[in-house]
């Protein structure tokens, strides 16, 4: 469906998310990596995501309980979960284990207390992965991993399966992420020759790049993954080797569509106002939005001139530029802009209470069955407003 035609369905702002594009390109990326290696999705990319991902991926990554909760209340298959995150408490240690999740990931020897300690209580063996950290606050540094791995008889209750690894997001260096790999063998190489521990699986996050921006080349938008897939499946012939990734995997299915709302023009500059706005649209590195996203026009009048203009979004504030200077013919209000490649991030990342604007309705679309409203626009005054007792004082 066009624009114009959801436009006239549901109110705009809107986030639509082809459900078709996602699959076509998650199929893809099964043909290049074949049954060696497992994906993983991320789910803090994109969680109305995760019932279409749970059929195309391997595993769904989840980093905090509302992840969880959001999995648990959509029907998910717990054994599909790794439970992740750098701040886990007993409590989420005991409703991840009460949900009966795949695996857990350790980043410190806390969480692999606190994993052992339900372990314990139940009578259960729980497998974990050990997250190796690359020296940022993630993950454990190779001293204690060492030391965890080398007592881990004393610990009966958990299953080191392995390791899990990542580094970062829009790494557009191939050479990069092969010396992580190299790095990564060589430390499961010596794992295994000073404390005879075959680690079975490796979870690893490339971090591989998409393209977003109008300058950029999106021919072979899957040429990062192919050029780390050597590297990928001689790894795998020795150990279970999944990638992890939301990004890469999700990134192209997401369009965001927003009305123009108002035009001026101020000290020579052209300045056009949408309905939505930075609280909704978030590329990264658009650096001060010097950079063109990709943008459809939708325009209600075809011809006439063509100029540059500001887009801004509905904040009260300075920052909430989307484009310094994006050329359109004829913009007139009403007209309506698409922003493609938002299917990753924009939704949970951009800053959803600034000034209590709605939130946008969320639409998964296919073919098949056409627009479906996963979320209508939603008011997020509730949220910024005081709450108060049936006497009128506040809790």
Not at 61 to 88: D, H, R, T, W, Y
Not at 192 to 202: G, H
Not at 292 to 315: F, M
Request: proline share 5%.
């Amino acid at each position: 469906m066009t624009a114009s035609m959801l436009a006239q369905q549901y109110p705009t702002p809107m986030y639509v998310f082809d459900t078709d594009i996602l699959r076509e390109r998650m199929h893809a990326i099964r043909a290049l990596t074949g049954e060696q290696i497992n994906l993983c999705f991320a789910v803090k990319a994109n969680p109305f995501l995760i019932p279409a991902m749970a059929s195309l991926c391997d595993r769904l990554e989840v980093c905090s309980p509302g992840e969880l909760e959001i999995c648990k209340s959509i029907g998910i298959a717990m054994e599909q979960v790794v439970f992740s995150g750098v701040n886990k408490t007993a409590e989420d240690v005991k409703n991840a284990a009460d949900c009966a999740v795949g695996i857990f990931t350790c980043e410190s020897e806390k969480h692999f207390d606190l994993i052992c300690a339900e372990a314990q209580k139940r009578g259960t063996v729980y497998p974990i992965l050990l997250r190796l950290t690359n020296g940022n606050q993630f993950g454990m540094d190779e001293a204690l991993v060492r030391k965890l791995i080398a007592k881990r008889d004393n610990y009966p209750m958990v299953s080191i399966k392995g390791i899990h690894y990542f580094t970062g997001t829009q790494k557009k260096k191939t050479a990069d992420i092969l010396d992580e790999l190299t790095l990564l063998r060589n430390f499961f190489d010596a794992l295994e020759q000073d404390y005879s521990f075959v680690a079975e699986q490796l979870e690893y996050g490339p971090g591989l790049p998409v393209p977003y921006f109008a300058n950029e080349n999106f021919s072979d938008t899957l040429a990062p993954l192919k050029a780390i897939l050597p590297a990928l499946k001689s790894f795998a012939k020795t150990t279970q080797v999944t990638i992890e990734m939301g990004r890469f995997f999700v990134a192209s299915c997401g369009s965001y569509i927003t009305r123009v709302a108002d035009l001026k023009r101020n000290h020579s500059n052209n300045y056009c106002i949408v309905d939505g706005g930075i609280h909704h649209l978030n590329y990264f590195g658009q650096t001060l939005a010097m950079k063109l996203p990709v943008i459809a026009h939708t325009a209600q009048h075809k011809s006439g001139a063509t100029e540059d203009w500001t887009i801004c979004g509905s904040l009260c504030t300075t920052a909430d530029v989307i484009v310094r200077k994006a050329p359109f013919e004829n913009l007139q209000i009403g007209d309506l802009l698409t922003f493609y490649n938002t299917g990753a991030y924009s939704i949970t990342e951009a800053p959803y209470l600034f000034l209590s604007r709605a939130m946008p309705a969320v639409l998964l679309y296919s073919a098949l069955s056409g627009p479906c409203l996963a979320r209508p626009l939603t008011d997020t005054y509730t949220l910024n407003t005081i709450r108060r007792t049936e006497h009128g004082k506040t809790n």
